[in-house]
Each structure stands twice: as C-alpha cells, then as structure tokens.
C-alpha cells in the first residue's frame, strides 16, 4: 500500500516539479501563509461495513457526514514549490434507528489527519489562484461504541448492563487537495477546497471553504 502511495505522489508531484523547474527564477524573499477552513467531510470508508450491517436487518447510512476543520501552513521556496504543513480533525456518528436489535446502540468517532507535503500555486487571473497539493499523512482514528448487553442470572432473568468499546489506530496515507481562491491586494484570500483522503483504501472527501492571509 505505502509503495502505491509513493508511486502515485512521484506521478502526480512530477509535472509540478518540471513546471517549477522550467519557470525562470527569480530572486525574492522566502513568502509564507497560513489558511483554515471548517466544512463537510464525507466518510466513505465505511461502506462495506455498512452493508455487512445491512445483511442482519439493520440500515445505517453507508456515507456519515461530519464536521470537519483543519488549519494549514507553508512556506513558498525560491522555485516556487510550497512546503506544507496542517492538521485536521473531523467528528462523526453512527445510529443504528432502523433496526431493533441495534436500535440502542450509538457509534461515534473522531479522525485526525497530521500531513506535510507539496503544492504549487497557479495564477488563473489578476486575483484568482488555483493550488494543487499532495500531502504524506498520519491519520489516527478513535472509536467509541456504546451499547447495552444483557446476562442470564441464577433465577433465569436477564440483566441489561451498558458499556463502552474505545479503539485507537494510526495508519499512514496520502491526501489530494485542490484549493482555489481570490487573492485580495492585502494579501488575504477566501475560496473554497476540495479533497480526498487515501487510507488503506479511499477514507474520505472534503468540501470546505479557505480563509487564509501570506506574509
């Protein structure tokens, strides 16, 4: 899985690169920003595993939608890559409604993306700017399900007792983002991004709004 990530970053990072190259350097100052947003998130992972669900009767929703929010930094080098730096957090849930046998339960999980990676920005007008990027990640996802099970006891009568599964896992990945903006003279700019994650398979996409100033 990791070597198909590197293949596909090499792929997708190598015409920015030879783009960066061909362009005629100019000698300026090392140029910053820092930009956030806060939009959907659409879980697409867990597809299968909700249609394994579906097979005893039970219909949650095969995509969850999340909130999620994220804040970014980079730094623009003198050949016009950007080096970035973000990291991003999404909450989301599950309820089983549909289903009697799961009906009580509740399943909730929040992810965390660190990533770093490159990108460039692509000047489309006098203000509008197009920015691919390709970033390496480490997601690490947290699971909490909430349930109520039941034990026999001596009389023949069934005790409910609630309780709480927590899993933790970290994997790595890779996540495709593509931002456009209007660039403002005071060097503020607003615009949207879109973006997909790569875990193990496809995680997630991204809708989101970008707010973010350069220095």
């Given at each position: ?46 597809v299968a595993m909700d249609y394994w669900w579906a ?18 930094g980079g730094i623009r080098l003198n050949n016009g ?135």
């Amino acid at each position: 899985m990791i070597k198909k990530i590197l293949i596909l970053g090499l792929i997708f990072l190598f015409p920015i690169i030879s783009f960066a190259q061909q362009k005629p350097q100019k000698k300026h100052k090392i140029q910053g920003y820092l930009k956030f947003g806060d939009g959907l998130y659409w879980d697409i992972s867990r597809v299968a595993m909700d249609y394994w669900w579906a097979g005893s009767n039970d219909e949650p929703a095969p995509v969850v939608n999340g909130q999620q929010i994220w804040i970014e930094g980079g730094i623009r080098l003198n050949n016009g890559l950007i080096v970035t730096a973000g990291i991003m957090h999404v909450t989301l849930k599950h309820y089983y409604s549909r289903s009697s046998l799961y009906s009580d339960q509740k399943y909730q999980y929040s992810i965390r993306n660190y990533a770093f990676g490159l990108g460039y920005e692509f000047k489309l007008g006098k203000h509008s700017r197009l920015m691919p990027q390709l970033n390496f990640t480490v997601n690490r996802t947290i699971s909490y399900t909430a349930y109520n099970y039941g034990l026999y006891n001596d009389d023949g009568s069934v005790t409910i007792y609630p309780s709480i599964d927590v899993y933790d896992d970290s994997e790595g990945g890779a996540v495709l983002n593509l931002d456009y903006y209007y660039q403002f003279k005071n060097k503020l700019f607003v615009g949207v991004r879109g973006g997909a994650y790569y875990v193990l398979g496809m995680a997630g996409i991204t809708l989101t709004p970008v707010l973010g100033v350069k220095f």
